[in-house]
């Protein structure tokens, strides 16, 4: 298939459902571990509303839904992403009030804590506890190149589709902006399915893993405070190579960044119980697909059993560490950050 054929087949998509759940016997699992219930998340999340960078924490569900459709040379994507059992934080300087992007009636607390923090005393801690919050957006998708594009802004290649016209490859550019990335490890598993709850996913399977990059987040207002830092950072997306939709991934990328997600990362609890908990490495962890939707009509929650190819692949075990070490990294950054709220 030509560039253009392969990318108007992944057109006929008309919705893709992704979800990172919440499984309780997981969450007794990480407190009998000595972590504290607001360090269990299904998604940690760095949100950019109007010039403010909020912190958000879902500990019940995670979903994240894209809507495409054809649109000349492009693909128009809407994101809806739907959390439960949020808390959301930011800290600014006092007398700047948080811009609000969820709906009032979902607050179930909120409070206000003077910072700890010697060189920012003059800022506030903002808390708010909510029952459930929607994130939205759009961006295109353009045909030729699988790249995001918003307002004449390139973020990089699109992490729902990898081309099989076009595959992406080791040592390709893989995202500009904000964050510049590139290919540093493909891996094809043409033999091992991967599981999730009643859902399985059929080889083969492509593993797509950037090279390390490091970012720091900082909330503007004059000295700009540091939200968040991270060091080594990889991008790790998990592709069906049948028709190149993504399968899975435990962080964001270019088409959330898009939309004002500027860090991600989700952990599906039920997986990492079975991975962590049961030592069962064939599941599918972070952000699952769950559904899609064809033109047709026809709507899918299981992926089919296709023909293997003649090519075998080793698909390396190291993968999952590699996955299970994004997540924990995460974590000890979500640890930070509540360590650095509460003073110590």
Same mark, same amino acid.
């Given at each position: 298939m030509s560039s253009l054929a392969s990318a108007s087949e992944l057109g006929s998509y008309t919705s893709l459902t992704y979800t990172s759940e919440r499984y309780d016997p997981y969450v007794h699992y990480r407190l009998s571990q000595g972590d504290k219930p607001e360090w269990i998340t299904t998604s940690l999340i760095i949100y950019n509303y109007s010039g403010v960078l909020y912190v958000i924490k879902a500990?019940?569900?995670?979903?994240?839904?894209?809507?495409?459709?054809?649109?000349?040379?492009?693909?128009?994507?809407?994101?809806?992403?739907?959390?439960?059992?949020?808390?959301?934080?930011?800290?600014?300087?006092?007398?700047?009030?948080?811009?609000?992007?969820?709906?009032?009636?979902?607050?179930?607390?909120?409070?206000?804590?003077?910072?700890?923090?010697?060189?920012?005393?003059?800022?506030?801690?903002?808390?708010?506890?909510?029952?459930?919050?929607?994130?939205?957006?759009?961006?295109?998708?353009?045909?030729?190149?699988?790249?995001?594009?918003?307002?004449?802004?390139?973020?990089?290649?699109?992490?729902?589709?990898?081309?099989?016209?076009?595959?992406?490859?080791?040592?390709?550019?893989?995202?500009?902006?904000?964050?510049?990335?590139?290919?540093?490890?493909?891996?094809?598993?043409?033999?091992?399915?991967?599981?999730?709850?009643?859902?399985?996913? %059929?080889?083969?399977?492509?593993?797509?893993?950037?090279?390390?990059?490091?970012?720091?987040?900082?909330?503007?207002?004059?000295?700009? %405070?540091?939200?968040?830092?991270?060091?080594?950072?990889?991008?790790? %997306?998990?592709?069906?190579?049948?028709?190149?939709?993504?399968?899975?991934?435990?962080?964001?990328?270019?088409?959330?960044?898009a939309v004002g997600i500027l860090d991600a990362s989700f952990a599906d609890e039920y997986a990492l119980y079975q991975v962590e908990v049961k030592h069962d490495d064939s599941y599918a962890v972070g952000l699952v697909l769950k559904a899609f939707r064809l033109k047709e009509g026809k709507h899918e929650t299981v992926a089919f059993e296709k023909r293997g190819t003649e090519t075998s692949y080793v698909f390396y075990a190291s993968l999952v560490v590699l996955v299970l070490t994004v997540v924990l990294t995460r974590r000890n950054v979500l640890r930070r950050t509540a360590d650095r709220h509460s003073g110590r």
């Open positions: 500990h019940n569900d995670t979903v994240m839904r894209f809507e495409l459709a054809q649109k000349g040379d492009y693909i128009s994507s809407h994101v809806t992403v739907l959390l439960n059992n949020v808390t959301v934080m930011t800290f600014l300087p006092r007398g700047t009030a948080p811009p609000v992007f969820w709906n009032e009636s979902e607050v179930l607390s909120e409070k206000v804590e003077k910072s700890h923090n010697p060189d920012f005393k003059d800022w506030n801690w903002y808390v708010f506890k909510l029952g459930e919050v929607t994130i939205r957006g759009a961006y295109l998708i353009r045909k030729s190149d699988l790249q995001v594009v918003k307002d004449g802004k390139v973020y990089g290649h699109t992490m729902l589709f990898d081309d099989p016209g076009n595959p992406l490859e080791k040592g390709d550019s893989f995202s500009e902006y904000p964050f510049a990335t590139s290919i540093d490890r493909v891996t094809i598993d043409n033999d091992k399915p991967r599981r999730w709850k009643n859902v399985t996913y %059929y080889p083969p399977l492509k593993t797509v893993v950037t090279g390390q990059y490091s970012f720091n987040l900082t909330q503007p207002f004059g000295r700009g %405070y540091p939200l968040m830092d991270v060091q080594m950072a990889t991008l790790i %997306y998990t592709f069906d190579a049948s028709d190149g939709k993504l399968v899975f991934t435990p962080n964001g990328g270019p088409d959330l960044w």
